[in-house]
């Protein structure tokens, strides 16, 4: 057994334990089939920025899910990606070159992306290794790898060619900013300080007033509805309305959305001021009337404000309206709109060619895989389902962007007909690969598309990225799929949980994964994620490593409830991590200083009661942490093991037993062989239970002193005990002999005694079936409480 170091130093212990875990493969995946496999589907981190503690939080409490199931006997299959390619990934190239896209030739921007990202991804790289992750890097996959656009553009070609994938000229969502369509899913949600405008359409020569917060769009306006129910206005119903300041008029119709007690029961309908004015012009095949441009600034030939910015727009036209006396009045008001998530800007309606996924037709399957689909914690199914119940668009997948997987597509120039690339030619990108080949019109000539798929479009295929690389280590797809566990963020269950089981039901049939675990966020402030774009994160992962340890930071992420969103203090996270670590290295070598003449295949043939108790009682533990963790609650797990470590392991069973262990000549060898017996088994299995929590320290001990006893290459690669039951009696006897040393200690306290301060007598309340085991303990509670007479009080 080596000698142990006085102090425990983290920040070396832990780049040896990673050096040696690399040197020895300890991780690495390999097709078992002695062993079941457990698959997770890790969120490959978007590339866009450095990476903040909220991502250590969550993905560490994965990362403990990885080292647990693989100590219960599982074949883990643990891989790791970067989403790199897309919006987010253009924005940070663009932040960090201070050159737009739109500014460079496609191929020299594409270049620069790649370049950036890869600079981020091995600094992503870094960080998970100096974490202690225990996953395969032979298995990481990039969403903007060959394979990857491979796949992903299959999966287009797949849904394009069975129907599932469509393209039309429509109405779509917009952000002008970034210039390119976007999802729904992509909104958020923002509110904003501004006015509702009283205005005076006129009809019959009678004034018909009516407000809107976008006056800008007084243009735009197609018609004016009112309720079929309102009779102020049915004699009106057919009429014209003239619209004031552009002097045109309109027809009057009816709609059932219209409110008749909101304002006057009046609203205009223009192109297109939200989803409502969308579904109008459908409903009631109205004209298209184009005010806003694709870049936010209005069109040409819009009188009064043609190439102002939206903003300005609506500025320009209240000081005309008021000029003009045709501003009744102007009331403040805060307002909810719609933000495109990504850059934050106010998202436009424009019509616009663009490819999309068919989720609306889907919505009965999408909610029947959700029932199918075990989530961890199970409230989050609500969010899911709400968000499919209340779709109102089919997914837009392209984007006009340039940094992204191309779509395999070219148009014929004559008739505008799509054709397909083949699966031999993928990946491809059209823009530099003509199309060769006959158009049914006659046509030889064809146009690229010159889109990119969203980036949401490939990150929802990962488990088909995880299975195509099984396959190379002879798994087949029917043993992979489904895989058992999706770990991500609240915050993208409408996004990449929804997503990836579309694509999962359209290509499988199937649900994508068995379970899902959902976390938690880290709060800068109350209501504030931590997050990239906010950059509200004191100190960086990295720094936060090399100052305290990732141990230490480890420890802290198992603090929360799975879900919950936590609060990160630097000085709570020190002061509990530093106690545990320092806690666990001082126990550890003093139980392992009594171990030198241990031989762990000798059993004595009769275990003291206390003993038994202590075996017993990390049993306990070991049911109750496996209980929370198969429901991936790591904090309620750690709990317990915290529990078991510090009030019964240290607090009760070594101080009951040090004499014992100290001096076998008064208790007798085979007392001390019994107390060596449990606190091995005790010590190795908290080692165990701790090894997914501080997987460093807990490694450090073993190879030093338990290796030889137990056997293993390393602690990452035994097994934790499987106890079938415990033994309630020993347990309600072992919390009699606590209360029973408690209660010793208090007085003492009490009288400000030392601990080692002999008592006249001491007295045991309990029961009487546990008359024999106390009596039998009574020479370690003698010596534990310095009790020169004890009195037992047992009914």
């Not at 991502?55 to 080292?67: C, D, L, N, V």
């Not at 409903?283 to 005010?291: I, R, T």
């Not at 001990?701 to 290459?713: H, N, P, S, T, V």
Request: glycine letters at 4%; one cysteine or more.
């Amino acid at each position: 057994m080596a000698e142990f170091e006085k102090r425990y130093d983290g920040l070396a212990v832990e780049k040896e334990m990673q050096a040696f875990w690399a040197a020895e493969k300890i991780y690495d995946f390999h097709k078992d089939g002695a062993r079941p496999l457990y698959s997770i589907d890790t969120p490959p981190p978007t590339v866009s920025g450095s990476l903040h503690i909220g991502h250590i939080f969550s993905y560490t409490q994965a990362e403990m899910i990885a080292r647990f199931r693989r100590m219960q006997g599982f074949n883990v299959f643990y891989p790791f990606g970067f989403d790199d390619n897309g919006l987010p990934s253009e924005r940070l190239v663009e932040k960090e070159t201070g050159i737009r896209a739109s500014d460079l030739p496609r191929s020299e921007f594409r270049e620069k992306c790649m370049s950036i990202t890869q600079r981020y991804e091995d600094e992503f790289k870094a960080l998970w290794k100096s974490m202690g992750f225990s996953c395969d890097w032979n298995l990481q996959y990039s969403t903007v790898s060959l394979n990857t656009q491979r796949l992903s553009q299959k999966s287009f070609l797949d849904l394009a060619r069975d129907g599932h994938a469509y393209i039309k000229e429509s109405p779509v969502l917009w952000c002008t900013e970034c210039r390119t369509s976007i999802a729904q899913a992509e909104l958020d949600s923002k509110d904003i300080d501004s006015f509702f405008h009283y205005i005076p359409f006129t009809i019959e020569g009678k004034v018909l007033e009516i407000a809107t917060t976008r006056p800008e769009l007084l243009y735009g306006v197609v018609c004016v509805f009112v309720n079929p129910e309102d009779e102020r206005y049915t004699h009106l119903v057919g009429k014209r309305v003239k619209v004031p300041l552009y002097d045109f008029d309109v027809p009057l119709l009816t709609d059932d959305k219209v409110a008749i007690d909101k304002g006057t029961g009046a609203v205009m309908c223009a192109t297109f001021g939200d989803t409502t004015d969308v579904e109008w012009v459908a409903q009631h095949d109205l004209p298209y009337k184009k005010v806003i441009l694709a870049d936010g600034h209005m069109a040409d030939d819009v009188p009064f404000i043609a190439g102002l910015r939206t903003k300005a727009a609506r500025k320009e036209i209240v000081r005309l309206l008021e000029e003009q006396n045709l501003l009744i009045k102007s009331k403040k008001l805060t307002h909810i709109v719609s933000v495109h998530e990504r850059c934050g800007t106010e998202v436009e309606i424009i019509p616009s060619r663009q490819w999309y996924i068919d989720v609306l037709s889907r919505k009965k399957e999408l909610l029947e895989a959700g029932d199918k689909i075990k989530w961890n914690p199970p409230q989050f199914k609500t969010r899911y389902v709400n968000w499919v119940e209340n779709l109102k668009w089919d997914w837009c997948i392209s984007r006009q962007r340039y940094f992204g997987i191309p779509i395999p597509v070219w148009y014929c120039q004559s008739c505008g007909a799509p054709h397909y690339a083949s699966a031999e030619q993928l990946p491809v990108n059209p823009m530099e690969t003509p199309y060769v080949g006959t158009c049914a019109c006659g046509s030889t000539e064809f146009l690229p598309d010159s889109a990119v798929l969203d980036t949401w479009a490939t990150s929802s295929i990962t488990p088909l990225i995880n299975q195509d690389k099984a396959a190379e280590y002879g798994i087949a797809p029917e043993d992979f799929a489904p895989m058992s566990m999706r770990t991500q963020a609240h915050e993208i269950i409408r996004t990449w949980a929804f997503y990836t089981i579309a694509k999962s039901l359209y290509h499988t049939g199937e649900i994508p994964w068995d379970e899902t675990m959902i976390c938690g966020f880290v709060l800068a402030k109350p209501g504030e994620k931590i997050s990239k774009s906010k950059n509200n994160a004191k100190l960086s992962p990295q720094a936060l490593i090399d100052t305290y340890s990732a141990d230490a930071i480890r420890y802290w992420a198992a603090s929360a409830r799975l879900g919950t969103d936590t609060y990160f203090d630097i000085q709570d996270m020190q002061d509990t991590s530093k106690r545990m670590i320092t806690k666990l290295w001082n126990s550890s070598k003093f139980v392992l200083s009594h171990l030198t003449d241990f031989d762990p295949a000798y059993a004595p043939a009769k275990l003291l009661p206390v003993d038994r108790w202590i075996i017993e009682r990390t049993n306990e533990a070991i049911l109750g942490a496996v209980k929370w963790l198969n429901s991936y609650e790591i904090g309620l797990a750690r709990k317990l093991v915290d529990d078991l470590f510090w009030k019964d392991l240290c607090d009760n069973y070594i101080e009951i037993v040090k004499e014992r262990l100290y001096q076998p000549d008064i208790h007798g060898g085979e007392a001390r062989k019994s107390a060596q017996y449990a606190i091995y088994y005790c010590l190795l299995t908290v080692l165990k239970m701790y090894a997914i929590y501080i997987p460093h320290e807990t490694e450090y001990i073993y190879q030093k002193a338990l290796r030889e006893f137990d056997g293993a290459k390393s602690i990452h690669l035994t097994q934790w005990p499987k106890p079938a039951s415990v033994d309630a009696d020993l347990l309600a006897f072992g919390e009699t002999l606590k209360a029973a040393v408690a209660e010793v200690r208090k007085y003492k306290s009490e009288n400000n005694l030392s601990m080692r301060a002999d008592v006249e007598s001491a007295t045991i309340v309990g029961s009487q079936q546990f008359a024999d085991w106390l009596r039998e303990s009574e020479a370690d509670f003698r010596a534990c409480t310095h009790a020169q007479e004890i009195v037992y009080e047992l009914t």
